[in-house]
Each structure stands twice: as C-alpha cells, then as structure tokens.
C-alpha cells in the first residue's frame, strides 16, 4: 500500500487559494488518489479522487503530474469554513477491500 | 437522507466490559468500513467488509470482532474493553471497495 506524505499543518488567510500537496513515491499502476476533509466532531467527508493529470469539481482541484509521484489539491479562494484537517490517500482500484491508510494529515488553519 | 448512522454517539465502559457498536448505512452500498481515531492521528482501519457476507482485518484487529449483519449493518464488538481502546470510531460505506467512503459521525468511546 502506498504511504503518502503531507505538511502537517499550513496557515492561509480568507479569499487566498490554498495548495496542498502529497508526496506518494510508490504508488502503483492501478492506484487511484483520493483527498478527504474532516471537521472536529464529524466523520471525513470526500472531496475529490483523481488518476493523472488534473480533475476539477465544485470544491476543488487535483492537479497530477505525469510521473504521478506526488499531487496538490488546489481550493480557490478559501473562506474560515475550510478550516479543516485534509486528507491525501493512495489506494487500488481492484476489489481488494478498500485498504486505505489516513495519514496525519494536513491541518489547515484560515485566518480572517 | 441519513446516510451512515452510527449508534451510540457517546459512550463509558469500565475495563473488561463488553460492547456492540452499531453502523447503519441507507444507500444501498456494498463495501463497508470500521476505522479508529487517536486524538491528533489519522484514521486506522480496524476491519472491512468488501460485500455482503465477507469480513477481513485491517490494520488493527487486535481487540476487536465484527458483524455484517446484512447489507445495510457492519457492527463491530469489543469483547474485553481495555483503556487503550479508548478512542472515537467511525464507520463508513462506499458503493465498492474502490469508491469514495461515506463516514458517519463517530462514536466516542472512554473505557475507565
């Protein structure tokens, strides 16, 4: 299973766009990347899963390089409501039970 | 629209006393999740139930047991509650084992 890397905490300010980027140097060929936000008090909640290259949704982005060792999930112009901890996780897309691993995550902290 | 419902939210248990832990989901999802969560950690993967009638251990089984009652339920049971166990649980569900998870709100457990 792939291990991933994260900053353990990052400070932003109200309107900024924040990235967040993970390093995961062993990710294999059928492994897909996955980022979760979690609230104190609350379960994580999904935010956006990606292959390669770039996805976009309504919340955010996940940019993917071609050697895929590493990605950054890009939130635009971020409001105190983001303050949260993120997520990165690597997993396969095989059936093979969902062996997913957290991480520490990263901590973010939106400031007024 | 419930989602994952995860009873009971709050519990106290002395050492050595035992416990069920309850996980419903309403979305007609296959694979389903127990994780714990240490103050300032990640989660960790407790046990998995890929499908209906299957079970297996994740990172950290040790202490525990788990149920897939039927498809909606995945309980999980601490048969000797010991202080080390004392932490808050989640319980989560995806349409597969590759899918983005649905995470309950937890149950914080305190074992004296």
């Known amino acids: 299973l792939a291990k991933t890397t994260q900053p353990i905490s990052m400070d932003s300010y109200e309107g900024q766009e924040v990235n967040i980027t993970c390093s995961h140097n062993n990710i294999a060929t059928n492994d897909y990347i996955t980022w979760y936000q979690q609230f104190p008090s609350q379960g994580p909640r999904f935010i956006i899963q990606?292959?390669?290259t770039k996805v976009t949704n309504e919340v955010a982005s996940l940019f993917i390089p071609a050697d895929r060792k590493s990605s950054t999930l890009s939130l635009p112009r971020v409001s105190l409501s983001d303050t949260a901890v993120y997520y990165c996780l690597v997993g396969d897309t095989d059936n093979q039970g969902g062996k997913l691993i957290f991480g520490q995550g990263t901590e973010l902290s939106v400031k007024p | 629209n419930a989602g994952v419902t995860q009873t009971p939210k709050f519990q106290v248990l002395k050492t050595g006393q035992s416990m069920t832990l309850q996980c419903a989901q309403d979305m007609n999802h296959n694979s389903m999740y127990w994780y714990r969560q240490d103050p300032g950690m990640g989660l960790r993967l407790i046990y998995y139930?890929?499908?209906?009638?299957?079970?297996d251990k994740g990172e950290v089984p040790n202490g525990y047991n788990v149920s897939r009652l039927n498809k909606r339920e995945f309980s999980l049971r601490l048969e000797s509650a010991a202080p080390s166990q004392t932490s808050v649980y989640f319980c989560?569900?995806?349409?597969?084992?590759?899918?983005?998870?649905?995470f309950g709100d937890g149950t914080r457990l305190s074992i004296l």
């Open positions: 989560a569900s995806s349409e597969r084992s590759n899918q983005p998870q649905h």
């Open positions: 139930s890929a499908s209906e009638g299957t079970t």
């Open positions: 990606g292959y390669k």
